[in-house]
């Protein structure tokens, strides 16, 4: 197996993460991309102990990181890569040949406007989307398996009712 | 509520979690006011720790139960429970556990909840069919 999701996820490791998507994709790894946590112990700590026993967690800053996705790739088990902003995200995704970015999570916050009921976009957030979406990479909202995929053209003009 | 009191705890978790579970201890016993019941809709995970925060410095309870042990709400109390000594945080709470909690007043509130979180975990049980 591979990474079979790269997400987007303000909460990082949650209930939907572990849960939600987990099981249905036999997932046995995260790999959690995030400069905060990558260089706090205590953070750390913290995400690990949310995981169940067999799901393993590996921690790394956005720089960096590029090279461990290709070992990430050729881990024999499924895994779940995590950002907790788009930014990481389009760093990410630059030359790493990312085939498709899943927007989980990212709430609300002053500057952003609420674009689906658990999706909140400022708009450098939604540039951020455009320049990974052109360089191939296909991008949905979507926190749950069994809710629909929404495309990004669909997501940059819906509007979110409060 | 039918016997009003200051609420010894928060419960917190996904969806209708808290309302439900709180409702269901006031028509069991008619404590729901034991407890303070929070629902964190799609808030990012520093709202809902400010969330919390706001709902203990409110009540002044500093027992929190919340439903799962990786979900937004947990993360968000272990967070408060670093700083705040005299917090206890019980995960995966249950109706049975609660209502031993709203039983507890006697009690200080970290020793109700260390027996709460017993006897939640006790009452889960499994019963197979029989011919």
């Given at each position: 197996?591979?990474?079979?999701?790269?997400?987007?996820?303000?909460?990082?490791?949650?209930?939907?993460?572990v849960l939600?998507?987990g099981?249905?994709?036999?997932?046995?790894?995260?790999?959690?991309?995030?400069?905060?946590?990558?260089?706090?112990?205590?953070?750390?700590?913290?995400?690990?102990?949310a995981v169940p026993p067999d799901m393993?967690?590996?921690?790394?800053?956005?720089?960096?990181?590029?090279?461990?996705?290709?070992?990430?790739?050729?881990?024999?088990?499924?895994?779940?890569?995590?950002?907790?902003?788009?930014?990481?995200?389009?760093?990410?995704?630059?030359?790493?040949?990312?085939?498709?970015?899943?927007?989980?999570?990212?709430?609300?916050?002053?500057?952003?406007?609420?674009?689906?009921?658990?999706?909140?976009?400022?708009?450098?957030?939604?540039?951020?989307?455009?320049?990974?979406?052109?360089?191939?990479?296909?991008?949905?909202?979507?926190?749950?398996?069994?809710?629909?995929?929404?495309?990004?053209?669909?997501?940059?003009?819906?509007?979110?009712?409060? | 509520?039918?016997?009003?009191?200051?609420?010894?705890?928060?419960?917190?978790?996904?969806?209708?979690?808290?309302?439900?579970?709180?409702?269901?201890?006031?028509?069991?016993?008619?404590?729901?006011?034991?407890?303070?019941?929070?629902?964190?809709?799609?808030?990012?995970?520093?709202?809902?720790?400010?969330?919390?925060?706001?709902?203990?410095?409110?009540?002044?309870?500093?027992?929190?139960?919340?439903?799962?042990h990786a979900?937004?709400?947990?993360?968000?109390?272990?967070?408060?429970?670093?700083?705040?000594?005299?917090?206890?945080?019980?995960?995966?709470?249950?109706?049975?556990?609660?209502?031993?909690?709203?039983?507890?007043?006697?009690?200080?509130?970290?020793?109700?909840?260390?027996?709460?979180?017993?006897?939640?975990?006790?009452?889960?049980?499994?019963?197979?069919?029989?011919?």
């Open positions: 197996m591979t990474l079979v999701l790269h997400r987007i996820d303000d909460r990082l490791i949650h209930g939907q993460v939600g998507w099981p249905p994709l036999g997932v046995e790894f995260i790999v959690l991309v995030d400069d905060a946590v990558a260089t706090s112990d205590w953070e750390r700590e913290l995400y690990e102990m393993e967690v590996y921690f790394h800053p956005v720089e960096g990181s590029a090279a461990a996705l290709a070992q990430y790739r050729a881990d024999e088990r499924p895994g779940i890569l995590l950002t907790g902003s788009v930014e990481s995200m389009r760093r990410l995704v630059e030359g790493n040949g990312i085939p498709a970015v899943n927007v989980g999570g990212i709430h609300h916050r002053a500057d952003r406007t609420p674009r689906l009921r658990y999706v909140f976009l400022s708009p450098a957030e939604e540039q951020a989307l455009r320049e990974i979406a052109a360089r191939g990479v296909e991008v949905t909202a979507q926190d749950v398996p069994s809710a629909h995929p929404v495309p990004l053209e669909t997501l940059l003009t819906s509007r979110h009712e409060l | 509520m039918s016997n009003p009191t200051t609420p010894r705890a928060i419960v917190a978790g996904h969806g209708g979690f808290a309302a439900g579970l709180v409702s269901a201890v006031e028509v069991i016993t008619g404590r729901g006011d034991t407890f303070y019941p929070v629902a964190v809709p799609d808030l990012s995970a520093a709202d809902i720790e400010a969330f919390l925060r706001e709902a203990m410095d409110r009540t002044g309870a500093r027992v929190i139960f919340t439903d799962l979900g937004s709400c947990t993360m968000a109390a272990r967070r408060i429970l670093r700083g705040t000594p005299d917090a206890v945080l019980v995960s995966g709470a249950n109706l049975p556990a609660l209502i031993d909690f709203a039983f507890a007043e006697a009690k200080p509130g970290p020793t109700a909840a260390r027996h709460a979180a017993d006897r939640g975990r006790a009452a889960i049980i499994t019963l197979e069919g029989t011919p």
